[in-house]
Structure formats: C-alpha cells, structure tokens
C-alpha cells in the first residue's frame, strides 16, 4: 500500500494503476454477510414463530428474516474481485487456463466434499446431487427436483463466471462497464417480466446475476479511476445515490401489503432491485474510503475472522444445524434449548470451517505453483482477499 494514497486504495502521485491493496474492510464485509445468513438459517428459517410466545425469540425472528441478503453481499464481493483479476490478468496468454485452475482448486474440493456428504446422508437427494455437480443446482425447481443447502449461490456464480472472463478480455474498460450495466438492467427487466406471471423464486441465475454485475463494475470504475491518478471516492455522488435509491425501494416494498401472487411477485422484485443496489453501495463506499477511521469497526478481528473461514462456514452450516434438529429437536417455549442450539450450531460450523480451510483448502490451493504460469509481477493482494472467501 502506498504511504500516499489518500484513502489506501491507489497512488496519488502515479498517472498508471497502482496494484490493488488487500482492502481489509471487505473482509470484514464478508464476515457480516456469513454471520447474517447464518443467523437467518438458526432464528428465522428454522423457527416457527407460532409455537415461540417469547419476545427475545420473537425479536431475533423478525430481525434475520432478512439475513438472506448477506448472498447479495457475497455476490457484489465476488463480482468486484474476480473481476478486478480479470481486467488485470487480460493480456495474459494464459488468462483461461489460469482463471478456471485458481476457481477449480478453491472451490472444487470443499464443494465436491459437501456433494458426496449430502449424497451419503441423504440418498433421496441423488437427483439433486447430478444438478450440483454440474452447477445448475439453482435450476432444481424447473427440473421438480427437490433441493437442499447452499449450493443454488454457487452455482449462479458459476454459470455468471463461465460466460464473463471472455467479456472481459474481449472488451475495452468503457465497453466493459456498459456491459456490466446491461447485465443489471436485464436481470431487473426479468424480474419483473417474471413478476407479471406472479414468479418470485430468484434462484433463477438470470432473476439474480445483478449483484456479480454491480460488483464488475465497481471493478471497472475504480481502475477507469486509477488510471487517472484517482480512487473510487471520485465516485462518491453515485455511491450515494446508489445507496439512496436501494433504500428507498426497500421502503416501498416494504410499505407495500401484497394482495396476490403476481401481487407478492412484484414487491419481491421491487425489493430485489433495493438489495442489490444496497449492497453494491455498501461495498463501494467501504473500497472508496478504506482506512477511514468510521470503517475502523470493519476491520476487526472478530469480523475478519468470519471472513477468512466464509466459504467452509457457509457451506457447512445448514448441513450441521439440520443434523442438530434431527437428533435434538427444539422445544418449543424452552429459551435455554433455543441458546444451546445457537452455542452447538455456531461452535460446531467453525471448527468444521477451520478444519476445512488447513486440512482441505489451503493443502489444495497450494497445488497452484504446479498448474498456473509463474508470476513475473507482484500478485496484486486483492488476489488474496478472493482466496480467503
């Protein structure tokens, strides 16, 4: 990080693109979006309300319902890395070979460790387990298939990933950014085309590709901003204005009492739309102004602890609550039943995700130096950051 970037970001006093720094904030990002769908998963997905009279209950219900959006997060996180290696490794003659082995050694083995353990456990699931290993496990519904766990994220990211690197390295930074633009533009216009027909399952990678898109074109902007001499606090007027209107469409969905499916359909889309441009703020505001002392709490340890082991955590997490309810089920109206199972779940998700992450995942990825090519520049550390997902 150069001592005179005014926000950690780039080099002042360079008319070219500084390397990225590792932005510790978006670590810290990362671990509020695993710690939200966690949460969302143990207090409101795995509730019913109707047989808890207890406020504090009642008040971590009402709090997660909304927990769920820390996939957008992961979504706008990723879409800002990834794309910010792309545009960097662009000229490269082995930009495909060395993008898909890096996405293959981080998110093959743990992803094929969880298929196999969802198929040992649950043979019903046999089905599904196909959809996931060819990563359509997001299109489960349209196959009448049922599904189960985290795997729908991944392969929405996946499906975006095969089509994007060429994007990328086929087009200018202005054409780029279009492009990211347009994808957003497109996901919204089908989430309320979809909504006319009272659609409001977002599994659907074309229904939510916008988050990966906003984060692409943060990337875009902050090296257009680079290469001037300038960071994405150069920015700050449509950061604002992106945060702004996000909010406001929640609001309105929220405001809104639906009266039927299409009805329902239509304020799912509304707040669809609010979350990812929410979302997109937020991790733009904290890349403009990292360092800043107000960001200071984004850069704790706790936070970047949740953020380095967030893959494993995400991924294990379902699978070890289910397991918990089958062998305790909760009492209803027991408040110690309801903690002690909050305490296990959470214990039990990050030693499962550290054993992950130092026995299976970093072992893997040190395969990288036999597959991809050697590095003949600094690896920029935002390289780092995609690692640590």
């Known amino acids: 990080m150069q001592s005179g970037s005014q926000h950690g970001v780039m080099n002042q006093s360079s008319k070219k693109p500084a390397h990225f720094a590792h932005l510790p904030e978006l670590d810290g990002i990362r671990g509020i979006a695993a710690l939200m769908v966690f949460f969302h998963h143990l207090c409101f997905t795995g509730i019913n309300l109707s047989e808890w009279h207890n406020g504090l209950v009642q008040g971590l219900f009402h709090v997660f319902v909304y927990g769920d959006s820390g996939v957008d997060l992961f979504f706008v996180l990723s879409g800002f890395l990834i794309t910010s290696l792309l545009i960097r490794d ?22 094929v460790l969880c298929i196999a353990g969802l198929f040992l456990s649950n043979p019903e699931y046999g089905r599904f387990a196909l959809l996931c290993l060819l990563f359509i496990a997001n299109f489960a519904q ?73 984060g692409a074109l943060l990337a875009c902007l902050l090296e257009r901003s680079q290469r001037i001499g300038r960071g994405l606090d150069s920015k700050r007027p449509l950061l604002l204005s992106m945060l702004a209107g996000g909010a406001a469409l929640i609001a309105v969905a929220l405001l809104m009492i639906p009266r ?53 955590f995400y991924m294990f997490h379902l699978f070890v609550r289910d397991a918990y309810d089958r062998r305790y089920p909760l009492k ?11 305490g296990v779940v959470l214990g039990v998700s990050i030693a499962l995700a550290l054993i992950s992450r130092y026995v299976v995942e970093l072992p893997i990825m040190g395969l990288r130096k036999y597959v991809l090519r050697p590095a003949v520049k600094p690896i920029a550390t935002v390289e780092s950051a995609v690692e640590k997902g």
């Open 260 to 312: 039927d499916r299409a009805h329902i359909a239509f304020v799912g889309a509304i707040h669809a739309t609010g979350l990812a441009f929410l979302c997109g703020s937020v991790v733009g505001l904290a890349i403009a102004y990292t360092g800043h002392p107000l960001l200071a709490w984004l850069r704790s340890g706790f936070l970047a602890f949740f953020g380095l082991i967030s893959y494993a």
């Open 332 to 342: 209803a109206d027991d408040l110690a039943s309801y903690f002690i199972r909050l």
């Open 90 to 111: 662009r000229e490269s003659p082995r930009y495909y070979q060395d993008f898909y082995w890096k996405r293959a050694l981080r998110i093959l083995p743990l992803y």
């Open 142 to 214: 349209a196959f009448n298939i049922p599904s189960v766990g985290p795997f729908w994220t991944l392969a929405i990211e996946e499906q975006f990933y095969l089509l994007w690197p060429t994007i990328v390295r086929r087009r200018s930074l202005d054409s780029l950014r279009h492009w990211a633009l347009g994808i957003v533009g497109f996901a919204i216009a089908m989430r309320l085309l979809f909504a006319c027909y009272g659609h409001f399952n977002y599994h659907f990678t074309f229904l939510h590709c916008d988050g990966l898109a906003l």
